[in-house]
């Protein structure tokens, strides 16, 4: 399987036919790229309506909102600041707080000896 390299060097026989190929490809490949893009065009404004819905739906949601949530029933026996929360639930027995005693002076701590 020897090249001839003189077949290489002259020029090609001419035919008089000429070979055209659009560029924009056949008809059926122009009508395939027409419904694409009429597809992406219609999903963008799907989503850019489906968007616009939501925002003013959460606009209005956020108007219909209370700014600040007040309570609705006034809370009864507020807990002093001191006071112990599970003591209060009952969750552990009440004891005797010896703050408690200090502060109503009948403790009967007496004063530390140095």
Excluded: C, H, W
């Amino acid at each position: 399987m020897a090249i001839d390299l003189s077949s290489l060097i002259r020029p090609a026989p001419r035919d008089n036919t000429v070979i055209s190929a659009p560029l924009a490809g056949t008809r059926n490949q122009a009508v395939q790229r027409l419904q694409i893009g009429l597809f992406g065009l219609g999903a963008m404004v799907l989503l850019v309506g489906l968007a616009n819905i939501i925002v003013t739906n959460s606009r209005e949601n956020e108007a219909k909102v209370v700014p600040e949530a007040a309570p609705t029933v006034a809370a009864e026996g507020r807990a002093e600041p001191g006071s112990d929360p599970l003591a209060g639930a009952g969750v552990v027995p009440d004891l005797p707080d010896a703050r408690a005693g200090a502060r109503t002076g009948a403790g009967n701590a007496s004063a530390p000896r140095p």
